[in-house]
T-cell receptor, first 112, second 108 residues
């Protein structure tokens, strides 16, 4: 199994630009999570999907952030417009259920 | 809400034993998980305790006491490759919340 696949690995953009992060979960996993990691705030849950449906987006910082999961094998996290404070590592994780989350390699986002 | 507290860093020598404690404050909480993250890498699952007691997986063991809202991760026979950050995580339903992490540095 290829594991959770995220792209791009690194993204450098200018303030105000739109950023789209992509995630392919492990086949057969029905739950998908987007996390953000910073030194100051640690690992924060942004949004959770179950069977492609957003269940809880209370962790999304503000309206500039949106996430979609059009099918079981693909999800996106979009930031529009981006701001320097959005700079972080964004992880996607999936699970078949239970406590074992499988994380992707993450996207290192730098907003200048 | 959920709050998990763990020490920020621990340093030990190769071959030593390290215990990382985790205390949590939450209601409706079930189970405690542990994840390892090497610098620049992704968190990887180490263990999960749903019930009180000790779970052993090779050199790593994890313990949970729900009555004390406390758990720990025990790293035995430390190796240089064990230098990493270790996170305890607790779940209510689907929401897995992570502690701030403990950086373990293994010295030769």
């Amino acid at each position: 199994d290829a594991g959770v696949i995220q792209s791009p690995r690194h993204e450098v953009t200018e303030m105000g630009q739109e950023v789209t992060l992509r995630c392919k979960p492990i086949s057969g996993h029905n739950s998908l999570f987007w996390y953000r990691q910073t030194m100051m705030r640690g690992l924060e849950l942004l949004i959770y999907f179950n069977n492609n449906v957003p269940i809880d987006d209370s962790g999304m910082p503000e309206d500039r952030f949106s996430a979609k999961m059009p099918n079981a094998s693909f999800s996106t996290l979009k930031i529009q417009p981006s701001e320097p404070r959005d700079s972080a590592v964004y992880f996607c994780a999936s699970t078949r259920g239970g406590e074992k989350l499988f994380f992707g390699s993450g996207t290192q986002l730098s907003v200048l | 809400g959920q709050s998990l507290e763990q020490p920020s860093e621990v340093t030990a020598v190769e071959g030593a034993i390290v215990q990382i404690n985790c205390t949590y404050q939450t209601s409706g909480f079930y189970g405690l998980s542990w994840y390892q993250q090497h610098d620049g890498g992704a968190p990887t699952f180490l263990s999960y305790n749903a019930l009180d007691g000790l779970e052993e997986t090779g050199r790593f063991s994890s313990f949970l006491s729900r009555s004390d809202s406390y758990g720990y991760l025990l790293l035995q026979e430390l190796q240089m490759k064990d230098s990493a950050s270790y996170f305890c995580a607790g779940a209510i339903d689907y929401k897995l919340s992570f502690g701030a992490g403990t950086t373990v540095t293994v010295r030769a």
